[in-house]
């Protein structure tokens, strides 16, 4: 069974591009709950791969 964690993400970014880029990545792996805080529910092998990205 995969244990999975809740986390809640969030950044403040001045720029525009890389603000983008991330929102984009954060995307792909939970729901936008305010403009710059994400709600994530996910596993270890997902936690390293968004902390890689």
């Given at each position: 069974m995969v244990?999975?964690?809740?986390l809640?993400?969030a950044?403040?970014?001045a720029?525009d591009k890389r603000?983008?880029?991330i ?5 792909a792996y ?8 994400f ?5 270890a ?5 968004l902390?890689?990205?």
């Open positions: 244990m999975k964690q809740y809640v993400v950044y403040d970014i720029d603000r983008n880029k929102c984009d990545i954060l995307s939970g729901q936008r709950v305010n403009y710059s805080v709600e994530c529910f996910l596993g092998r997902d936690i390293l791969r902390k890689n990205k």
